[in-house]
């Protein structure tokens, strides 16, 4: 991509310097670092734009409600990290918008939000709310970070099954990350720590829950520690693992290869079906 063009002069010198194998996955790291930086100036430059609420609008149905399509794509939830709002997702809600999925909302909690648990319970007031004027009985969701914690949570200890169609998340700590230690003076931080009661919460067993799930993790997120943190694995849910080789943590929820896996993953999962797993993963060069 472009924006890692200022690191190219350097690569020769990692070839040299370094064995191969490490030179492959220093260069791996200094292009998705590179991007991250890029990204992240993009995204506070956008910061401002999304700070307050989106409008909600009600669509437009037709009079004759005997008309309406049986079957339609039902809308989808976005739903930020830590720190961030609605901000992080233009790029991908104008893929989704421009692939026919016209009904995305998003939903910023406050960055004072101190409890996972709170926050779902405001997610599954803003999805009824979703639900209500829409007409629709289920919506999708794609969380980022955090925001995928707290969208679990919803489903799995809230009785969010049976809203959430597809729960689609974007390097979430399922299992807890131990990076920034630092960090765990604020509270929803040390909910994201292995072991927390919000974590032990998750991994109860969750018979017959409704909602596919799939998570997107990234060989080079420099905020799950471990990688494979950001992977679901509980034996009572339906969950696909995507690996995203090649692109770090706020590349996740921008990069158009990601965005495509996302449609894919919200166009294919339907619940009750079993997942059908993608040999390789997705490789972002």
Not at 182 to 200: C, D, F, K, T, W
């Amino acid at each position: 991509m472009k924006v890692t063009g200022a690191a190219l002069p350097f690569l020769p010198l990692c070839r040299r310097l370094l064995p191969s194998r490490i030179a492959g996955l220093s260069v791996a790291l200094l292009k998705a670092t590179a991007l991250e930086i890029a990204i992240l100036a993009g995204h506070l430059l956008l910061y401002p734009s999304g700070v307050a609420q989106e409008r909600r609008t009600t669509p437009k149905l037709p009079q004759d409600t005997a008309q309406l399509p049986t079957e339609t794509n039902p809308p989808v939830v976005l739903l930020h990290g830590f720190i961030d709002n609605r901000s992080v997702f233009v790029l991908l809600r104008r893929s989704l918008a421009q692939h026919g999925r016209h009904q995305v909302e998003s939903l910023n909690y406050s960055p004072l939000t101190c409890d996972i648990r709170s926050a779902a319970e405001l997610l599954g007031r803003h999805i009824e709310g979703i639900c209500e004027r829409t007409g629709s009985r289920q919506v999708d969701v794609v969380g980022h970070s955090l925001g995928g914690l707290i969208a679990r949570y919803y489903v799995q200890c809230l009785g969010g099954d049976l809203r959430v169609r597809t729960l689609v998340t974007l390097g979430t700590p399922h299992a807890g990350t131990s990076v920034v230690p630092l960090a765990n003076a604020h509270p929803i931080v040390r909910q994201m720590r292995p072991g927390s009661p919000v974590l032990e919460e998750l991994a109860r067993p969750a018979p017959g829950c409704r909602t596919h799930f799939v998570s997107f993790w990234s060989d080079l997120d420099h905020l799950m520690d471990p990688l494979e943190t950001a992977c679901i694995d509980h034996p009572d849910l339906t969950a696909e693992n995507i690996r995203v080789t090649g692109i770090g943590h706020l590349a996740l929820p921008v990069h158009p290869a990601v965005a495509t896996g996302i449609r894919q993953a919200l166009d294919t999962a339907r619940p009750g079906s079993e997942a059908t797993p993608r040999p390789g993963g997705l490789t972002v060069a």
